[in-house]
């Protein structure tokens, strides 16, 4: 069923002349334009209802669906270039590239007048290639971003590039503005063997017991020469880096529990070693260099810092009781190009200290230049966002090239790049060509019901409600990035589950992270199935194809998350190309990485090209892959569908695979969605291409009695992945 379209997801019957997608007025709030989604308008309406039967002579297996958005926001223009540092929660940076769904970050929170910086989820990733520009600020940061980026200024969010009137106008960057955050940090090296020594000598000296002494025993004039080293922490962590540094230089040492934990002090452990040669051995480690390298006075700081260091108060400071120590810190920390001062003024228990002047944006320079191990003395959340940074933007600059980029969805909206708050995208972008088939119009123009909770928890509450199967998904994407502004699905979930109705979604966007918890919970009251849809496994083409899609390996991540909580999850692995993906090799890496995340179920469903779609992929394959169009023109000369033929080759191609992975039925999973696999009978759901229930968990998906004809139904837009 091509482009179906329900009537009952016309939120105005009695103006059938509405264009197609779009309310009338009289179901119309308000229409809104926001920066986070330049280009795109959401019509907020008041549905009349949540349900959408599904018509009778259907082949779906199921009787109804919710949608609670109508057109498909799944594009992004916001990106930065792929070694932008991200700062990560534990107080490290890592390259935007390198996240991960799933990873912890630190995004912000705004609390009254002021703004914190509070832990944080990335809950997508994708990539794309972009125009870049590049923003210079006083203190040295570089950005190299998209001209539609936005950063955090003191006037507001603004994007890179912009105009100040007419199509183009909006909040940009000018030499007058000064963003938000810390600002320039420092890259953090690998440790090398003088950073190891280094390490060692902090950590040692200033909190380790090292010694070697005689024990005088009767009958012996010289007595015996005892060694003892030990190295007692709160932080494991600490303990742990100093362990291996000590194993690489050749000295083993034994792991113990010091002192057990009272009211006012933590639980402490050790390491501890009495070997003769191992005591010489860390004596020579640790010996004062004649002159220090770069890499050792980073290594001695963070030993140092991890052993006798804090911050507290807004004040990063080391203590002890050894002047020479103290003075040799100093030293270090003004060799490194900080500015810190000892405070000659004794404590009663004849502590003192070194501090390190400035704010967090020397903090943070300061930890992500030496990297200690102990990472509670590096985190930022809930300081508020204040700076002695220069943030002046001093230069904006047009590359005048397009590059690779990456953006990221958070929990927050927003999140720290290169040391300044950046904002990111709600979701990921999708290339609509393989989605849909209404025009520029079902991806521009967003219907959003947004009281489509309180009208779905009415209709579940009537007396003739059967609490039949109910699927999300199956016509445009519940967790496109409009669900970022909007979040209906958490209602939607607590509704469904509250009423005693089972149901399913299906979804390409990693923003179901979110709700795994959720639906988890649900699913303790109700059936449910997922399915997530991995378009195109091999790297190279989904960057051509799918640049701004989040990675199939990010999806899969997001399958693993749904089944480490509990639920089934099935995938559907579409569309396979003809000649580009339906290698052996191919199928199997994907088959076996689909395995690998815990997917209960398969779906292969070959590619199918509906007008719109087909002009957009002849022109690329004719551009990228010429020898191909011959075949295509064969393979697609009739129709939008491969012919029989090929669905019984590809059928056949894919089900040992599918054997080998545990993932046919034999094994307990379930692998359908090609006709003319082996084994499978004339009429049975192994034939019904782009059947929506595939993939699902058996059982999780219960249709109704005739819905399931022989003739295969044509797959639902949904699935009809190109």
């Not at 709030?29 to 019509?43: A, I, M, S, Y």
């Not at 390198?98 to 509070?118: A, H, M, N, P, Q």
């Not at 309180?454 to 496109?480: C, F, I």
């Not at 695979?657 to 307990?668: F, P």
Request: include cysteine; charge should be positive; glycine fraction near 10%.
């Amino acid at each position: 069923m091509v482009g179906m379209r329900w009537d009952a997801q016309r939120l105005d019957l009695e103006e059938p002349t509405a264009l197609p997608g779009l309310p009338t007025v009289r179901g119309l709030l308000r229409r809104v334009q926001v920066p986070e989604f330049p280009g795109l308008t959401f019509h907020e309406v008041r549905a009349k209802s949540a349900l959408n039967a599904v018509p009778a002579d259907s082949a779906m297996p199921f009787g109804h669906t919710i949608n609670p958005y109508r057109g498909c926001s799944h594009a992004c223009v916001y990106c930065l270039r792929g070694d932008t540092s991200i700062l990560m929660a534990d107080g490290r940076q890592k390259p935007i590239a390198d996240l991960r769904v799933g990873d912890r970050i630190i995004g912000t929170e705004k609390r009254g007048s002021y703004r914190f910086y509070v832990e944080t989820e990335v809950l997508a990733h994708w990539s794309t290639v972009k125009p870049a520009q590049r923003v210079t600020l006083a203190d040295g940061t570089e950005l190299v971003a998209s001209g539609d980026h936005r950063f955090l200024t003191r006037r507001g969010w603004k994007h890179v590039t912009g105009t100040g009137s007419g199509a183009g106008q909006r909040p940009h960057l000018t030499t007058n503005d000064e963003l938000l955050g810390f600002g320039r940090s420092a890259p953090t090296a690998a440790p090398c063997a003088d950073y190891r020594r280094g390490y060692l000598t902090g950590v040692f000296r200033g909190d380790a017991h090292l010694e070697v002494y005689r024990y005088q025993r009767a009958g012996r004039v010289h007595g015996d020469q005892n060694h003892r080293f030990r190295l007692a922490l709160a932080d494991a962590d600490g303990l742990r880096h100093a362990q291996d540094h000590l194993a690489q230089a050749g000295v083993p040492t034994d792991w113990f529990d010091f002192s057990a934990a009272t009211e006012t002090r933590r639980a402490t452990i050790a390491i501890r070693a009495s070997k003769a040669a191992s005591i010489a051995r860390i004596f020579t480690l640790i010996s004062w260099p004649d002159e220090s390298s770069d890499a050792w006075r980073r290594g001695f700081l963070a030993g140092i810092f991890d052993a006798e260091g804090g911050r507290s108060q807004h004040v990063l400071r080391i203590t002890n009781t050894d002047p020479e120590l103290l003075s040799r810190t100093r030293e270090a920390f003004a060799a490194s190009g900080f500015d810190a001062v000892l405070e000659d003024r004794k404590k009663p228990n004849g502590l003192s200290e070194v501090r390190l002047r400035g704010g967090l944006d020397e903090h943070m320079r300061f930890i992500h230049l030496i990297d200690p191990a102990t990472r509670r003395k590096c985190l930022v959340q809930g300081a508020a966002i204040k700076s002695s940074a220069d943030l002046r933007v001093v230069a904006l600059e047009d590359l005048g090239l397009e590059m690779p980029m990456f953006d990221i969805t958070t929990g927050t909206g927003d999140f720290i790049a290169n040391g300044v708050v950046s904002h990111n995208c709600y979701a990921r972008s999708t290339h609509e060509w393989l989605e849909f088939d209404s025009g520029a119009d079902f991806d521009r123009q967003i219907v959003v019901k947004t009281n489509v909770v309180e009208v779905l928890r009415r209709e579940l509450a009537r007396a003739s409600w059967k609490r039949e199967h109910v699927a999300l998904g199956t016509n445009t994407d519940p967790y496109q990035r409009a669900e970022g502004r909007y979040r209906l699905m958490p209602g939607i979930i607590d509704a469904l589950a509250r009423s005693g109705t089972p149901f399913s979604v299906l979804t390409k966007g990693t923003l179901a992270r979110r709700d795994v918890p959720l639906l988890a919970a649900a699913s303790r009251d109700v059936p449910i199935g997922m399915g997530v849809s991995m378009a195109i496994w091999d790297d190279d083409l989904h960057a051509a194809l799918e640049p701004g899609v989040p990675t199939p390996r990010a999806r899969l991540d997001l399958v693993r998350a749904v089944t480490d909580a509990g639920l089934p999850c099935g995938v559907f692995l579409a569309p396979v190309l003809p000649g580009l993906t339906d290698r052996i090799d191919h199928l199997e890496a994907a088959v076996r990485a689909i395995a690998e995340a815990g997917a209960t179920g398969v779906t292969v469903l070959p590619l199918h090209l509906r007008p719109g779609a087909r002009e957009w992929f002849t022109a690329w394959l004719a551009r990228e892959h010429p020898a191909l169009v011959t075949r295509y023109r064969a393979l697609y000369g009739r129709g939008a569908y491969v012919p029989a033929e090929y669905r019984s080759w590809l059928a056949g191609r894919v089900a040992p695979i599918l054997a080998r992975n545990g993932l046919d039925r034999q094994s307990g999973g379930t692998a359908r969605g090609l006709a003319g696999s082996t084994g499978a009978p004339a009429g049975s759901d192994a034939g019904l291409p782009g059947d929506p229930s595939a993939g699902f968990p058996a059982g999780s998906l219960p249709g109704r009695a005739g819905d399931r004809a022989a003739t295969p139904a044509a797959p639902p837009e949904q699935l009809a992945l190109c």
